[in-house]
């Protein structure tokens, strides 16, 4: 009990790190506390901990250690968790991301897609876990090339985030800036000018 006590707090350390953006320093206490929790057969714990592991590589550029852990981290969360579990939308969240930043564009929108449709399935449609998962299916389908597709997603994610009040929040600027780049390659500049200024007044605000 002891030891599952330390390993929960080592895991807001990791948690702390990682939001200041010192993944290196955050994986390293994933990598300490995973076995903890995986002696205890805490499985939720155990997964969680894979998938931030998993997470603070990806950041890191480790893109291929990263899908490692995502697919140890699905594994275990399908076995011991089950296939509706907001762990397993997690891990196939990471596995897109990792793929997304290899440029592999059609493994990258597999995988969110998969996140999405898990979602869909077991959260409520204005769920802002949705809009994330909108928010990165829209920078696929950008970065592949598939503009209409990606506005589409993009805006869904908007207004998620609106009505949720999170109008000034770091993954609706990106939204917004994601936006702007697609109208710009569409050639529709004003739209792409509007979108670009909005991602500006949204991060603004959240430096002040």
Request: glycine fraction near 4%; hydrophobic fraction near 40%.
């Amino acid at each position: 009990m002891e030891g599952l006590q330390m390993a929960k707090e080592k895991r807001e350390e990791a948690l702390q790190l990682s939001s200041e953006g010192k993944f290196a320093e955050s994986r390293l206490l994933y990598e300490t506390i995973a076995p903890v929790f995986e002696a205890a057969a805490a499985w939720e714990d155990y997964v969680d901990c894979l998938n931030r592991w998993s997470e603070c590589l990806w950041r890191n550029a480790q893109f291929d250690a990263g899908i490692v852990q995502a697919t140890l981290a699905l594994q275990i969360a399908l076995e011991q968790l089950g296939e509706e579990h907001e762990q397993v939308a997690v891990s196939y969240s990471n596995l897109g991301n990792c793929f997304l930043f290899k440029r592999n564009h059609e493994k990258a929108i597999e995988y969110h897609q998969k996140t999405l449709q898990l979602r869909l399935r077991t959260l409520n449609e204005n769920q802002i876990l949705i809009a994330k998962s909108y928010t990165n299916l829209g920078a696929c389908y950008k970065e592949n090339g598939a503009y209409r597709q990606a506005i589409e997603y993009l805006k869904k994610a908007v207004q998620i985030f609106k009505a949720n009040g999170n109008d000034n929040d770091l993954y609706i600027s990106h939204c917004y800036n994601n936006l702007g780049s697609c109208y710009k390659e569409m050639g529709d500049y004003n739209l792409a000018i509007k979108c670009y200024q909005t991602t500006l007044e949204i991060r603004l605000k959240i430096l002040d």
